[in-house]
């Protein structure tokens, strides 16, 4: 199995920008679709953006579509999720998610699809 280990969160104002990372480790990164997800106090874990393994396909949540960009570097066994124009909704827990895919080149945009989570990092929005 994959451990997921997630990174880069804190306190920004409404407007910033910053960027998390998730480190995999423990099997090949490669064969491993990715996602990021995030859970705000009160509310249900929600899908915020997907890579298939390649990185050549993503997918966004309407709310970030614009704002936020998801990129990997197999090589580094890392993904990452660039936020700009954080708005204080987006305050959250933001988890990483891995699924192993073998024979497809697919995203997946629901929870229930991955296997493997990170531990979550906290991203705070300022107004």
């Known amino acids: 199995q994959v451990q997921l280990v997630e990174s880069g969160g804190g306190l920004v104002q409404a407007g910033g920008s910053l960027r998390v990372s998730c480190a995999a480790s423990?099997?090949?990164?490669?064969?491993?679709?990715m996602g990021w997800f995030r859970q705000a106090p009160g509310k249900e874990r929600e899908f915020v953006a997907a890579?298939?393994?390649?990185?050549?396909?993503?997918i966004y949540a309407d709310s970030v579509n614009g704002r936020f960009a998801i990129s990997r570097d197999n090589a580094k066994n890392t993904v990452y999720l660039q936020m700009n124009d954080l708005k204080p909704e987006d305050t959250a827990i933001y988890y990483c998610?891995?699924?192993?895919?073998?024979?497809?080149?697919?995203?997946?945009?629901?929870?229930?699809?991955?296997?493997?989570w990170g531990q979550g990092t906290q991203v705070t929005v300022s107004s």
């Open positions: 998610a891995g699924r192993e895919v073998y024979f497809d080149n697919r995203y997946f945009d629901t929870a229930n699809d991955y296997a493997y």
């Open positions: 890579i298939n393994r390649s990185g050549g396909a993503t």
């Open positions: 423990g099997r090949t990164f490669s064969n491993y679709a």
